[in-house]
């Protein structure tokens, strides 16, 4: 029978292969599995523009596959810490194209692409749990079913935040903008992981009806909303979406 990755004689052992170090290594592989990512997360966040971002996360997502499956075929004591590291830079680039991307828009019509992403996440289910049905050392049916389904939902949140990102990034077709008065100022604070601070403030314009919506609300930067009053106008400019979901962005209005 194939050693699991990681095991000697059916226990454990972390990193050194030895019982003095197996436990120790299980909660390295945990703290750097989990921090190195959300490490590398903040650096990105403040110091490079999303595009390239986005483009060191992703090297560092496939390498951590990579080395993952490097670590399986050589029967390397590694493969934990790789596996999770994968997984948590799913996760904080996700949280990192919500917080800098997806929630600074609004979109028309995503049912699609919520469609494509909930394919993507019963699929990921089906798939881990016909492969942990065929392990002899699985838990219990109940233990493997929870995880493929929590897993099949961790990809479902992946799949359909990539696909708004590239939506958003990748669009380049002909837009539509408009003039709309601003009603009111509103302010929201959020909670999230992976940044200095936990939780954040995204703000708002409430605008009237106007020729590209009936009115509403739509998030702003900063500084928009430190220099708008009600009574102002801000431009509202509708994007077809790379992947067919419209969005609208809104901007303050550039004096001709």
């Known amino acids: 029978m194939r050693r699991r990755p990681g095991y ?3 226990r454990y052992r972390g990193f050194a292969g030895t019982d003095r170090v197996g436990l120790l290594g299980m909660f390295l592989s945990l703290a750097l599995g989990i921090g190195l990512p959300a490490l590398l997360t903040l650096f990105l966040q403040s110091r490079l523009p999303l595009p390239r971002a986005a ?3 992703t090297a560092a997502f496939l390498v951590g596959l990579a080395v993952s499956w490097l670590c399986r075929r050589r029967d390397w004591p590694l493969l934990s810490l790789f596996q999770l590291f994968s997984v948590m ?6 949280l990192t194209l919500r917080h800098r991307v997806i929630e600074r828009v609004v979109f028309q019509d995503t049912r699609h692409l919520s469609a494509a992403g909930i394919a993507i996440g019963i699929l990921t289910t089906v798939l881990l749990f016909r492969w942990m049905k065929k392990r002899e050392d699985r838990p219990s049916p109940f233990l493997w079913a929870f ?3 929590f897993l099949g939902f961790l990809a479902y949140s992946f799949s359909l935040g990539a696909l708004l990102g590239v939506n958003i ?4 077709g002909p837009v539509q903008s408009t003039a709309a ?7 929201e604070n959020r909670r999230t992981y992976g940044r200095v601070s936990s939780n954040y403030t995204v703000y708002f314009v409430v605008v009237k009806e106007n020729g590209l919506t009936s009115g509403g609300r739509f998030p702003i930067d900063k500084p928009a909303y430190d ?7 801000v431009e509202l400019i509708l994007h077809p979406g790379a992947l067919g979901a ?10 001709p």
């Open 8 to 10: 000697r004689d059916g």
């Open 55 to 57: 483009a060191v996360m």
């Open 89 to 94: 830079t799913l996760l904080f680039f996700s």
């Open 147 to 149: 995880f493929a389904l």
């Open 169 to 172: 990034l990748a669009d380049g």
């Open 181 to 187: 008065q601003v009603l009111r100022l509103e302010k």
């Open 227 to 233: 220099s708008l009053h009600p009574g102002d106008e």
């Open 246 to 255: 419209s969005w609208i962005e809104c901007v303050i209005e550039e004096s």
